[in-house]
């Protein structure tokens, strides 16, 4: 059974930090893309960052660079995302998400095959 599994998310002021994690599970994670996607009240889904375990390469939105850090475990089977200087806009539900290096669905950044069910980032100004 596949599984990701989401922590982390809270309440935190403008300028803080918080780190959220997602262990995932069911799948061979050496041929995914491990990432995160939010979804802001109101919004549509952003893709956030994600890394692939086959490759190592990273992507990162446009609204994010120089402040979200994605990486993983060594085992790869848990992915992470710090984030710097939070701003009230980072304000979000973030879904892990994972991606088959064959998959057929089309492609959005950090699109996933696999969701997690999510954790709600809070930021007060």
């Known amino acids: 059974e596949v599984q990701l599994v989401e922590s982390g998310g809270g309440l935190v002021q403008a300028g803080g930090s918080l780190r959220l994690s997602c262990v995932v599970s069911?799948?061979?994670?050496?041929?995914?893309?491990l990432g995160w996607v939010r979804q802001a009240p109101g919004k549509e889904r952003e893709g956030v960052s994600c890394?692939?375990?086959?490759?190592?390469?990273?992507y990162y939105a446009d609204s994010v660079k120089g402040r979200f850090i994605v990486s993983t475990n060594n085992a790869k089977d848990t992915v992470y995302l710090q984030i710097n200087n939070v701003k009230p806009e980072d304000t979000a539900t973030y879904y892990c998400?994972?991606?088959?290096?064959?998959?057929?669905?089309?492609?959005?950044?950090?699109?996933?095959?696999?969701w997690g069910k999510g954790t709600l980032v809070t930021v007060s100004s």
């Open positions: 998400t994972a991606r088959w290096r064959e998959s057929d669905n089309p492609w959005e950044p950090c699109w996933g095959d696999y």
């Open positions: 069911g799948f061979t994670v050496d041929e995914y893309i």
């Open positions: 890394t692939s375990n086959y490759d190592g390469s990273t």
